[in-house]
Structure formats: C-alpha cells, structure tokens
C-alpha cells in the first residue's frame, strides 16, 4: 500500500514532457495480435496498465519485450494459436476488452475474462456486441467469461447507439479482415480511435474516416508487422495544464498535439487563464483565483470527462458558483466527497455538481477512487493549505507514468511513502 503525501502551496513552474497515450496503447497492444509478424510499438508509456497488458500477451504465448528506456514494445504473437485469455490478470483492467475484438478478428474465435477497471458506473458493452454480433459472430457472457465465435466474419452497416469509444475499437479490431466492408455510423471520434487506425493501416488494413462520425473498414486477407509511434496523452497533457492553473504556476506542457486539447484550453481561457499554444507544446500559466466556470462533458471534440473531475478541483476554488454536468459517466463524482474534505463545498444531483467556491483547500487524508480521480486529489493537494495524503495510489500509477517525479521537477513537493517501505521524499529546487 503506497500513499502520496503532498506539502501544498507550491507554484509549479517550468517544463514537462507528455508521455505516450495510455487509451491509445492499451487498444494498439492488442491490436498486435492481428498478424503473425512482428510489430514495434513506440512512445508507449510506462504505467501498470501498460505492463499488464504485456503480460496478458505473454500469457497468452505471445512474445513480448518491452523496452522501458525507449519506452518501445517488441511483439510477436505468431506462436499464440488460441483464441482464449480466461486470467485472472485480465480481470484487472477494463480495457482487456480489446483482447475480444482483437482475437475475434485473428480467430474468428475468442473467449476472455470479464473485464474489471474503474469504478466509475455501470459500464455496459451491448454496442460492442451488438457490433460482433453485426458481423456474424454468437456471444454468450457466463460464469465470469464472454465467448465470441463466427463461422466467418462478414461486414455490415453498424450503428453506435451511444458513441463508444471502446465499441468502435473493438468493432474496428474485428472487422479489419471481415469479407466486405464494414460501416460503423455514429463513430466515436477521439484522437485515440484515430491512433488505433493509423495503426491498423500501417498494418495494412484499409480504413478510411477514422475521426469523422463514419467510419468504413474494406476487410483485406492479411495483415503485416510494422513500426508504429502512439500519439502523446491528450490527459496527460490536461492535467499539467490544470495543475498548472491551479497553482498559478506556469508550466509549458511538450510533446503534444494542441489540437487535441482546445476543449480545455477554451475553458482555462474561459476562466481567466493565460494558455499559449505552440506547434507541439501548450503553456499555461494561472493568473490568479480562477473564474467560474459550466463544464458539461462529452465524446470528443467536447470537454473530455477523464478531466471532469481534475477541473472540477480547479472550480472548487473558483470566484462564484460553477455548474458541471457529467454527460459521459453515471457516477464520475466519487471524488467529491474526498474534496469536501478539504473544505470544497459542493452538491451533486443526479449528473450535476454545483460547486460554490471557496477561497482555498485545506490539505486532509483522501482516497483515490478510481485512475481520474486520483490525478484530481493530486491537484487538490497541489492547491491546498498544508499537507494532503493520498492512498489507493494504485490507481494513478495505473494510467499516469511518474505523476509525482514530474510534478516535483516542477517544484511540487510531494513523498510517496509505502507502508512496507521508508518513504522517498521527492523535492527538488528549481526546475528540469
Ligand atoms: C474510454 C476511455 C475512458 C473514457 C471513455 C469516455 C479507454 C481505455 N478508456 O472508455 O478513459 O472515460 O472512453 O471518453 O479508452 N456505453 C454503453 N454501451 C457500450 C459501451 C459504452 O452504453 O457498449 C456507454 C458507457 O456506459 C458510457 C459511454 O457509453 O456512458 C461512453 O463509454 P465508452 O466511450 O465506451 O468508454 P470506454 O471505451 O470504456
């Protein structure tokens, strides 16, 4: 058991480089499982999801170096020749589901175990078989497991009842050698559904519309090992860019794509920060008690709700009362209650929070919930009065590489202590 404890009141100030996206890495790892050739998977970061994955892949046969000086993953999953991943390891991570598409798409065949993940609702997967269901194939869930097989993949017009990030992967993974075309309508349109394309094209699939609401898959015979870099953390990258307003600190965020992230620029500026954008770097530098805000999220290009609950800590100190309406995910707001805690006075209703600003946090011991809401804690503790202790710290590592050695080559000042262990402080003068 591993806790944060953070010494707040620290501006942050500086550089900080964005690691490779987690929501893309963990569909492009199994994506690998396509061919029977070797791929390179570069700019992968290097968090727990990642390396769960990675065994999963070993379990399954595949093999599997990776690389975390390069941050480079080297698969070949020529000897795996089964359809079934029933660990218990798979049940760790939501993600895993990608394994079914990916398999299915292999195989024709796939048997997995359930997926876990974060708590963050109820967190269905009708679209994604309803989809493999399109193309032919009969799923039964049962005794912990889901079973997917077709005789033969055939494509078919798809519509997404709800836009699904997940069920558009996973819809792709499968058809990409389906006989025909497959057409998903009502597309989730994330810069990590993009990634996976390019991807699967680099592989020598045939996808055309990836980003746009409709996207077409032409099924080929074969697909081929490659070489292939994964876009940065447009996450990542929102939660420097929140922490740096938050401490009114100034903090130039490199390796991105802005573009990716003009849904929180326009909110920062909104709220009466200074953001500059570069060709591949944001700067965000926080002038002061922030603005009031209304956030409503939603799928991409809208506010992403994996920074629903980071902004929601910003706002809790914000001048005036902020509404959020949390249009993704039933229950996103277990943060909340950590946040009262230090003294956020907040009222949450069904999918809205309205958050009264007060002048400022005070530091408190907190639970991370889930991955989001712990980089939310991190930030409330960045911004409060004394000192704040995280724990179930597990679920940061799981999608954030070094959270806290970044921040403290920022000039945060936080220890990450293991109960086991005796703790490492982490402070450093001045910045990287
Ligand atoms: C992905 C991201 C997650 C992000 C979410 C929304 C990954 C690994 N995770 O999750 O960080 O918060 O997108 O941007 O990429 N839904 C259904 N039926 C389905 C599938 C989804 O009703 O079959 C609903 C969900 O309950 C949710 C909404 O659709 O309300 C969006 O879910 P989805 O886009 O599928 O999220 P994930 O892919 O799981």
């Given at each position: 058991m591993e806790k944060l404890i953070i010494r707040g009141r620290k501006k942050l100030v500086g550089r900080v480089h964005v690691s490779g996206a987690k929501n893309a890495a963990v569909a492009v790892i199994p994506a690998a499982?396509?061919?029977?050739e070797t791929c390179v998977i570069d700019n992968?970061?290097?968090i727990d999801d990642v390396l769960v994955l990675s065994e999963i892949l070993r379990q399954m046969g595949a093999q599997v170096v990776f690389e975390p000086g390069k941050r480079r993953m080297i698969i070949n999953a020529a000897n795996i020749g089964d359809y079934r991943a029933e660990f218990d390891i798979v049940r760790r991570m939501r993600a895993s589901y990608y394994l079914l598409g990916a398999l299915l798409g292999r195989f024709g065949r796939a048997e997995i175990s359930f997926p876990g993940g974060c708590e963050i609702g109820a967190r269905p997967i009708d679209q994604h078989v309803k989809g493999f269901e399109a193309l032919g194939a009969r799923l039964s869930i049962g005794h912990g497991l889901i079973k997917a097989k077709a005789d033969k993949l055939i494509g078919s017009e798809i519509y997404l009842d709800v836009v699904s990030v997940g069920a558009t992967i996973n819809i792709m993974l499968a058809a990409v050698k389906a006989e025909g075309t497959t057409t998903i309508v009502n597309a989730a349109k994330e810069p990590h559904v993009v990634d996976v394309a390019n991807f699967l094209n680099c592989m020598g699939a045939n996808i055309k519309g990836a980003g746009t609401d409709t996207i077409k898959i032409k099924g080929v015979d074969k697909l081929y090992g490659c070489e292939y870099s994964i876009i940065p953390d447009q996450i990542e990258a929102g939660t420097f860019m929140i922490a740096s307003a938050a401490t009114q600190g100034d903090v130039r965020i490199e390796g991105v794509i802005p573009k990716h992230l003009e849904a929180v620029s326009a909110k920062l500026l909104e709220m009466g920060m200074e953001v500059e954008e570069g060709d591949d770097y944001v700067r965000v530098r926080g002038t002061g008690r922030p603005r009031k805000a209304n956030v409503k999220t939603l799928p991409y290009p809208g506010f992403p709700t994996d920074l629903q609950q980071p902004i929601s800590v910003l706002l809790s100190v914000a001048e005036g009362t902020s509404i959020i309406t949390e249009?993704?995910?039933?229950?996103?707001?277990?943060h909340i209650e950590e946040i009262r805690r230090m003294g956020a006075i907040i009222k949450v209703e069904d999918r809205v929070a309205i958050i009264e600003g007060v002048d400022c946090l005070t530091g408190a011991p907190v639970v991370a919930t889930d991955l989001r809401a712990g980089a939310a804690l991190v930030i409330a503790g960045l911004m409060a009065d004394g000192v704040t202790e995280i724990t179930n710290v597990k679920h940061i590592d799981r999608g954030y590489e070094r959270l806290e050695q970044k921040l403290v080559s920022l000039g945060a000042d936080i220890e990450r202590m293991d109960t086991e262990q005796r703790g490492t402080h982490l402070s450093v003068v001045g910045n990287q």
């Open positions: 499982l396509l061919t029977e992968l970061p290097y249009n993704v995910w039933e229950a996103r707001y277990r």
